[in-house]
Nanobody, 119 residues
Framework: QVQLVESGGGLVQAGGSLRLSCAAS????????MGWFRQAPGKEREFVGR????????YLADSVKGRFTISRDNAKNTVYLQMSSLEPEDTAVYYC????????????WGQGTQVTVSS
């Protein structure tokens, strides 16, 4: 079955950096666009960004543009979220998700990884 496993979360001071990874299995990875989402306590889930199956196209939410980047390595079935200049407001559980090309809905989700940014 399809599995998405996030890793790389942790505690970091404001201004610091983290790189999240999401390892996928059980799917033809390059056929899926991958998204990153986050959910802070008491808040709704928020879209962070996405990357196309080939990696040639990325889109980031305004709240993280210029600070976060998304990349993928299709040979390793892994997508990354590089986060820099982190702010306390970035504290959340971060999830990766997979969406088959041509569809709007994300079909598969990981279990999430906690990112905590201290001030």
């Amino acid at each position: 079955q399809v599995q998405l496993v996030e890793s790389g979360g942790g505690l970091v001071q404001a201004g610091g950096s983290l790189r999240l990874s999401c390892a996928a299995s059980g799917l033809t990875f390059s056929s899926y666009a991958m998204g990153w989402f986050r959910q802070a306590p008491g808040k709704e889930r928020e879209f962070v960004g996405r990357i196309s199956g080939s990696g040639g196209s990325t889109y980031l939410a305004d709240s993280v543009k210029g600070r976060f980047t998304i990349s993928r390595d299709n040979a390793k079935n892994t997508v990354y979220l590089q986060m820099s200049s982190l702010e306390p407001e970035d504290t959340a559980v971060y999830y990766c998700a997979a969406r088959i090309a041509g569809f709007n809905e994300y079909s598969y989700w990981g279990q999430g990884t906690q990112v905590t940014v201290s001030s």
